[in-house]
C-alpha cells in the first residue's frame, strides 16, 4: 500500500518562505513523476509544481521565481521550497506521484495522493 506523508506546511508571513516535504512509502517501484497541487478554499484543485524521474520540471506560472521543485528518486522524496509567500499562496497543498507501466500502447497509469498539509500565508 502506497502512502505519501506531507510535511512542513504551517502559517508563514507575506513575504516568507516554507519547505514542504513529501514521502512515499510502501512502494518498490520509482515514480514517473512527483510534484504539488494545491486548493484554495471555494477554488479547484491546481498544479503548483511537478518533476519527473528525468528531472525535467512543470509549473505554475503564478509560482515561477518563487518555489522550487526538487526531488531525491533514490528516497522516493519530493520537496518544495517556497520562497517569497503571498497571501493568494494559502491553500492546502497535496502530494501527488504518478506511477506508469506497461507497451507504448497501452500505457496504464495510477496516481498516489497525500492527505495535504495547509499552508496560511497571513500577517
Known amino acids: 500500500q502506497v502512502q505519501l506523508v506531507e510535511s512542513g506546511g504551517g502559517l508563514v508571513q507575506p513575504g516568507g518562505s516554507l519547505r514542504l516535504s513529501c514521502t512515499a512509502s510502501?512502494?518498490?517501484?520509482?515514480?514517473?513523476?512527483m510534484g504539488w497541487y494545491r486548493q484554495a478554499p471555494g477554488k479547484q484543485r491546481e498544479l503548483v509544481a511537478t518533476m519527473t524521474s528525468r528531472y525535467v520540471t512543470d509549473s505554475a506560472e503564478s509560482v515561477k521565481g518563487r518555489f522550487t521543485i526538487s526531488r531525491d528518486i533514490s528516497k522516493n522524496t519530493v520537496y518544495l521550497q517556497m520562497n517569497s509567500l503571498e497571501p493568494e499562496d494559502t491553500a492546502v497543498y497535496y502530494c501527488?506521484?504518478?506511477?506508469?507501466?506497461?507497451?507504448?500502447?497501452?500505457?496504464?497509469?495510477?496516481?498516489?495522493w497525500g492527505q495535504g498539509t495547509q499552508v496560511t500565508v497571513s500577517s
Open positions: 501527488n506521484a504518478v506511477r506508469t507501466w506497461g507497451p507504448v500502447e497501452k500505457t496504464y497509469r495510477a496516481d498516489y
Open positions: 510502501g512502494s518498490n517501484f520509482r515514480f514517473d513523476v
